[in-house]
């Protein structure tokens, strides 16, 4: 459903539910906002089609069952949860999403969202962004209850959050239809333009709710992914026109988050360079252990791009040598690669900082 991509294990930590109370020195929080790259299952509870509950999914996932992850094991959200020495965050609609649970953060992301409202429309019921912060609003009111305002503010400023988005508003908008109603409103440079410009309003939204450390990924290759290799691709090359959208969106994101630092007076949003993570991989997949990154592990047709990741698919019986799990997501493994550059990655990858920079900078405050 998706086509963005996105963000594995140091800084260890490891809390345990029962220690976590008001006063506890726990982990900081963590607050995931997005798309199928980020869902850790909230659409598990939803009447949707855009959902990740039956096997093959979760097959390599510690219960071998699916969770309602666009992956065959971890996703994104799980591995930067190692990273801050954390419980993996609970989808916000999870009836176990409650107590002390609530201290260690949410996961609000629900699969085929965008930017825009009308992006996913076909997926029917599905959590858009605006949504997703009434909720962390709502999330805040539930937390406060429980320790107080004044902590609750402390608990979400001190935070760390992720926002993945974009990738749905060119593959499940734009691009979805021939002749799509945004695509006859806007030509391509025009729509970018639009979208980041609504972009920015959901930040500044996401911090007026208190958040100050967020990674903001940008768009992968997204005509690389299987599922536009199946439709565009002659030879093994990426779509043209996809890929071209990403060219646009992602310079105009880092810039419009650079400015947007600049008005804060701080370093807030941190644009995640996913492109350049995933082109790594995509142009030189055997450098990094994979034997392929055309072709899905779990799929039908041209490059296993077609159609959904089932049990009638063809599976790949090494999930760890294939770069794309599904026709649009990544594998666990190569979602550990991603994680790796975010951790550690130069400023190709990470502007201004990345996370082990951020970590070490906000445990001196």
């Keep these: 459903m998706e086509n963005s991509f996105t963000l594995v294990t140091i800084f260890g930590l490891l809390f345990t539910l029962g220690n976590v109370g008001p006063q506890a020195e726990a982990a900081r929080a963590f607050f995931v906002f997005g798309d199928s790259l980020v869902d850790n299952g909230n659409n598990n509870y939803l009447a949707t089609t855009a959902r990740a509950d039956a096997y093959p999914y979760g097959i390599d996932y510690p219960t071998h069952r699916a969770t309602g992850r666009f992956s065959n094991g971890l996703n994104i959200p799980d591995l930067i949860?190692?990273?801050?020495?954390?419980?993996?965050?609970?989808?916000?609609?999870?009836?176990?999403?409650?107590?002390?649970?609530?201290?260690?953060?949410?996961?609000?992301?629900?699969?085929?969202?965008?930017?825009?409202?009308d992006t996913g429309v076909q997926f029917v019921n599905i959590i858009r962004i605006g949504e997703q912060l009434q909720y962390f609003r709502q999330y805040q009111q539930r937390v406060s209850a429980l320790i107080g305002p004044e902590q609750t503010q402390r608990l979400v400023n001190e935070a760390l959050v992720l926002m993945t988005l974009g990738g749905n508003d060119f593959v499940n908008n734009y691009y979805l239809v021939p002749f799509s109603a945004r695509s006859r409103q806007f030509a391509l440079p025009d729509y970018v333009v639009y979208i980041i410009s609504e972009y920015r309003k959901i930040l500044l939204r996401l911090y007026e709710l208190g958040a100050r450390r967020v990674l903001v990924t940008g768009t992968g290759p997204l005509g690389c992914v299987p599922a536009e290799l199946a439709q565009h691709s002659r030879a093994g090359e990426c779509a043209i026109e996809l890929q071209r959208a990403s060219a646009l969106f992602n310079p105009q994101l880092a810039e419009m988050l650079s400015g947007l630092n600049a008005e804060l007076g701080s370093d807030i949003f941190v644009?995640?360079?996913?492109?350049?993570?995933?082109?790594?991989?995509?142009?030189?997949?055997?450098?990094?252990?994979?034997?392929?990154?055309?072709?899905?592990?779990?799929g039908q047709g041209p490059y296993n791009g077609i159609g959904l990741c089932t049990i009638a698919s063809n599976l790949c019986p090494n999930r760890d040598i294939y770069a794309f799990w599904d026709p649009f997501h990544p594998s666990e493994r190569a979602n550990k690669l991603i994680v790796q550059q975010i951790i550690t990655g130069s400023t190709k990858y990470m502007h201004p900082m990345n996370l082990s920079t951020i970590m070490e900078l906000d445990s001196r405050v």
């Design 81 to 117: 949860s190692e990273q801050i020495g954390s419980e993996p965050t609970l989808p916000y609609l999870s009836p176990e999403l409650n107590g002390q649970r609530l201290l260690i953060g949410a996961n609000f992301a629900s699969a085929g969202i965008g930017i825009l409202n």
């Design 271 to 298: 644009a995640v360079n996913t492109n350049e993570m995933h082109m790594d991989w995509i142009n030189n997949p055997q450098q990094f252990g994979f034997v392929t990154s055309k072709v899905a592990c779990c």
